[in-house]
């Protein structure tokens, strides 16, 4: 028996989410089916961590038992042809049988987009947020997100429905970046603005209702301060609304010496 891991990225606009759920398909769903084509045997996918609905992967980590002599570098060209376009397994390597890529990762990034343009992108609309008014005040938004580095009780930023028994959590790193070469000259356009997050683990729907408050504070309606307040009430309702899946996205995941970079 061998231990394969792989890392995949994918549009996560026709899914359920990573995970597979009675509810509909899932990205797991479609590896799993490609893998058993591919093997005649059904694994049991263990990945670094679940997204929900309309969320995508730039580098979502998995790993699975099997029996194959596939040789670990054929992997991706095997299975994305089996795949949907939307779908792509982007490495794989044989790690030791004990490896487990949802405990043995040590810090996850990800990104939340915002298109801060009056018109959206034709081509990216899928995996942004479109935000074409106010003009948002993103130095006020970079404030108010260093207010949350360090570890706190992230219950005001987590789902009420999150089962999770213990909301303290790290944050490691908060940053936001602007890419303006989409800004139109002389009108108010202000580009496509990323959110970072980088931390040791993250509770349901931690990063996007934290994007829907910081939002909040970018058009003047709460102060930078006030994310420090509403963190510290460990209360759901003093933050503000969740913001859309279709603009978050798993980034990166680190595995420190486990993995090769």
Known sequence: ??????????DGTNYHGFQTQPAGKTVQDELEASI???????????ASGRTDSGVHAY????????????????????????????????????????FNSRHAAKRKTYRYTINANRYPDVFQRHMQFHHPAPQLNI???REGLQQLVGTYDFTSFASRYS???????????????VDTT???????DQGF???????????????????????QVGE???????????LLACDRAAAGPTAVGKGLALWNVDYGELLPE
């Open 1 to 10: 028996m061998r231990n394969l891991c792989m890392t995949l990225a994918y």
């Open 36 to 46: 058993l084509a591919l093997t005649g045997d059904k694994p049991k996918i263990i």
């Open 59 to 98: 580098a979502q980590v998995f790993n699975f038992h099997t029996s194959s002599l596939i040789p670990a570098d054929r992997w991706p060209l095997a299975l994305n042809a089996r795949l949907p376009q939307d779908i792509v397994v982007t490495r794989s390597w044989e790690v030791p049988l004990e």
């Open 139 to 141: 130095e006020a938004m």
């Open 163 to 177: 089962q999770k028994t213990n909301h303290v959590r790290t944050l490691l790193e908060a940053r936001i970046e």
């Open 182 to 188: 989409t800004c139109r000259p002389g009108t108010a």
């Open 193 to 215: 603005i990323h959110i970072f997050l980088t931390g040791t683990g993250f509770l349901q729907h931690m990063v996007r209702i934290i994007t829907g408050t910081l939002l």
């Open 220 to 230: 003047g309606k709460r102060a930078p301060e006030d994310m420090k307040t509403i």
